[in-house]
T-cell receptor, first 116, second 114 residues
Framework: DTGVSQDPRHKITKRGQNVTFRCDPI?????LYWYRQTLGQGPEFLTY????????KSRLLSDRFSAERPKGSFSTLEIQRTEQGDSAMYLC????FGGGDYNEQFFGPGTRLTVL | SQQGEEDPQALSIQEGENATMNCSYK?????LQWYRQNSGRGLVHLIL?????REKHSGRLRVTLDTSKKSSSLLITASRAADTASYFC??????????????FGTGTQLKVEL
């Protein structure tokens, strides 16, 4: 257990439905990242926050995806009008940025999304 | 998109043997990291090597980095059945020296048999 938690762990939904995932990072970590991983591939970056500011978004993050970190603590990732191609493992990670040293990213267990 | 490729894609060895995995990447980097992932689980950070380092050790792990060839290798010595997992390299190529998004390779599936 890295200290990063994600909820739910599994989500099955029908195409066209909206889903929301939550990530709780390690409490003193100011950076939070979302990645997506499909079967047999490495994780792909979606977006990341420093505190509540969203610093970068991948082109993978279409307008159906939105991520927030309203108080600089937990984050949510929402997918609207889900498509079968959204089926994947959604991974959250957090790190402490600053202080001159390195920023290992600690990953949560992931949320596995299946879109029927 | 994936930053790099790992080689081999799959590796099967006997317990006690050494396992070597290679990673190639495409752009200049701040640092390179190796992660392990057990089936269907999250990623566990193994080791980080900065762009100005050439070799690093942690327990049974040894990582090398050759920035001129844009490649890295991970050696696991005296492997154990519990080392069975997928191993990914990930590069941080951001401008601010670290803490940026990671770009992962395609992974090596390691199986250690008793």
């Amino acid at each position: 257990d890295t200290g990063v938690s994600q909820d739910p762990r599994h989500k099955i939904t029908k195409r066209g439905q909206n889903v929301t995932f939550r990530c709780d990072p390690i409490s003193e970590h100011n950076r939070l990242y979302w990645y997506r991983q499909t079967l047999g591939q490495g994780p792909e970056f979606l977006t990341y926050f420093q505190n509540e500011a969203q610093l970068e978004k991948s082109r993978l993050l279409s307008d159906r995806f939105s991520a927030e970190r309203p108080k600089g603590s937990f984050s949510t990732l929402e997918i609207q009008r889900t498509e079968q191609g959204d089926s994947a493992m959604y991974l959250c990670a957090s790190s402490h940025f600053g202080g001159g040293d390195y920023n290992e990213q600690f990953f949560g267990p992931g949320t596995r999304l299946t879109v029927l | 998109s994936q930053q790099g490729e790992e080689d081999p894609q799959a590796l099967s060895i006997q317990e006690g043997e050494n396992a070597t995995m290679n990673c190639s990447y495409k752009t200049s980097i701040n640092n390179l990291q190796w992660y392990r992932q057990n089936s269907g689980r999250g990623l566990v950070h193994l080791i980080l090597i900065r762009s100005n380092e050439r070799e690093k050790h942690s327990g049974r792990l040894r990582v090398t980095l050759d920035t001129s060839k844009k490649s890295s290798s991970l050696l696991i010595t005296a492997s154990r059945a519990a080392d069975t997992a997928s191993y990914f390299c990930a590069t941080d190529a951001g401008l601010t020296g670290g803490g940026n998004k990671l770009t992962f390779g395609t992974g090596t599936q390691l199986k250690v048999e008793l």
